[in-house]
């Protein structure tokens, strides 16, 4: 079998992932995926997520070279298989504050929201 491709997934395809096997998941900082996305090269990894905004703000956040990483839904993980999972946490903004854009139109802050990377590995 060919190597497998490492994954990166995101809050809700990560359920999906996890369909069947036994599997092991660890906190990754932003320099750790840094590294194992620059380890990889464009046709080692597979973009499991189609939000646009998970790839242009949270890749280029952690700094990243910018790849484009060919795109794939997934049932399951295979034994011996790695993913990155971006998980995204929002919480309500406590303050509202109003901005105006270059445009004059009016903008509100509604939510705060945050990332945070695992590494997740399908042992069986």
């Excluded at 990889?40 to 242009?56: A, G, K, L, Q």
């Excluded at 794939?72 to 298989?81: A, D, F, S, V």
Aim: hydrophobic share 35%.
């Amino acid at each position: 079998m060919d190597k497998l491709p490492l994954l990166l997934l995101d809050n809700s395809n990560m359920i999906t992932a996890l369909n069947e096997g036994e599997f092991q998941c660890s906190n990754l900082t932003f320099e750790e995926a840094q590294c194992l996305l620059d380890a990889h090269s464009e046709d080692e990894v597979v973009r499991c997520f189609s939000n646009p905004d998970i790839e242009n703000v949270i890749l280029n956040h952690i700094g990243a070279a910018k790849k484009d990483y060919p795109y794939k839904r997934i049932r399951n993980m295979y034994p011996k298989q790695d993913a990155i999972v971006f998980k995204l946490y929002i919480t309500p903004s406590e303050t509202q504050p109003i901005i105006k854009a270059d445009d004059g139109v009016e903008a509100k802050k509604i939510q705060n929201v945050y990332v945070y990377c695992q590494y997740l590995k399908r042992i069986k």
